[in-house]
């Protein structure tokens, strides 16, 4: 397996990381008869601070695992790897590590910051390709 398809699989396994993270102190908070509804109502208690956080982290990391992996499947179907865009693919994830507890603690504005690196590296992915 390439470097990218590994990253991109590490990747897949810190999401489902991310949503233990988020869905545990979330049921804790809010109960079990709550996320286990449809959810049609707002819940009768709001969720802390850093749980909304991890929550929010977690939606992002959907959002930038798209870009991602449609950057590693151009990479991987073109034939296109190279140590660039293994390392632009490591940087992505390691930046996605970084930036759950910087979201989770509200640091501003690292967080921001380790956001645009792990954009960046995917951009330069897909530029990769195109060259």
């Given at each position: 397996?390439?470097?990218e398809?590994?990253?991109?699989?590490?990747?897949?396994?810190?999401?489902?990381?991310?949503?233990?993270?988020?869905?545990?102190?979330?049921?804790?908070?809010?109960?079990?008869?709550?996320?286990?509804?449809?959810?049609?109502?707002?819940?009768?208690?709001?969720?802390?601070d850093?749980?909304?956080?991890?929550?929010?982290?977690?939606?992002?990391?959907?959002?930038?695992?798209?870009?991602?992996?449609?950057?590693?499947?151009?990479?991987?179907?073109?034939?296109?790897?190279?140590?660039?865009?293994?390392a632009?693919?490591?940087?992505?994830?390691?930046?996605?590590?970084?930036?759950?507890?910087?979201?989770?603690?509200?640091?501003?504005?690292?967080?921001?910051?380790?956001?645009?690196?792990?954009?960046?590296?995917?951009?330069?992915?897909?530029?990769?390709?195109?060259?």
């Amino acid at each position: 397996m390439s470097i990218e398809l590994t990253v991109l699989t590490l990747a897949a396994l810190l999401q489902g990381l991310q949503f233990v993270l988020y869905a545990v102190p979330a049921n804790r908070e809010i109960g079990p008869g709550y996320t286990m509804s449809a959810r049609d109502r707002e819940p009768s208690r709001a969720l802390s601070d850093r749980t909304a956080r991890l929550g929010r982290a977690m939606d992002n990391h959907f959002e930038g695992l798209i870009l991602f992996g449609i950057a590693v499947g151009v990479i991987q179907m073109s034939g296109q790897n190279t140590a660039l865009t293994a390392a632009c693919a490591w940087v992505y994830l390691i930046a996605r590590i970084l930036y759950v507890p910087a979201y989770a603690m509200g640091l501003r504005p690292h967080r921001s910051i380790i956001w645009i690196i792990g954009f960046v590296a995917t951009m330069l992915m897909l530029l990769a390709a195109l060259v």
